[in-house]
Nanobody
Framework: VQLQASGGGLVQAGGSLRLSCAASGLTFSAYGMGWFRQAPGKEREFVAAIPWGDTSTYYRDSVKGRFAISRDDNKSMVYLEMSSLKPEDTAVYYC?????????????????WGQGTQVTVSS
């Protein structure tokens, strides 16, 4: 199983980025997908998740209204559209795959992780 995250970069505050995560080696449509992030010196934290076979989406409070997660099961891809970015969004962003339907906000429920992509938001 491989998850390949991409799309990170340096952006000014208020700007936008679109992260992508390409999955291979798994039945993508059977996995819940999530995005987490980790800033230097901090623990990995939940950002957004989308279950398998469902249109529901979940977000941490600080990104609601600014970030949008989506998936394309035909392409085995999950995306994170980020807008109105703030310096506090600076972190390495990781995509994960979970066989569970619930508790996608918890990192230990994920079986696979991508390598991460750096997002830096300058003030």
């Amino acid at each position: 199983v491989q998850l390949q995250a991409s799309g990170g970069g340096l952006v000014q505050a208020g700007g936008s980025l679109r992260l992508s995560c390409a999955a291979s080696g798994l039945t993508f449509s059977a996995y819940g997908m999530g995005w987490f992030r980790q800033a230097p010196g901090k623990e990995r934290e939940f950002v957004a998740a989308i279950p398998w076979g469902d249109t529901s989406t979940y977000y941490r409070d600080s990104v609601k209204g600014r970030f949008a997660i989506s998936r394309d099961d035909n392409k085995s891809m999950v995306y994170l559209e980020m807008s109105s970015l703030k310096p506090e969004d600076t972190a390495v962003y990781y995509c994960g795959a979970s066989t569970g339907f619930a508790l996608l906000t918890i990192s230990t429920h994920y079986a696979y992780w991508g390598q991460g992509t750096q997002v830096t938001v300058s003030s």
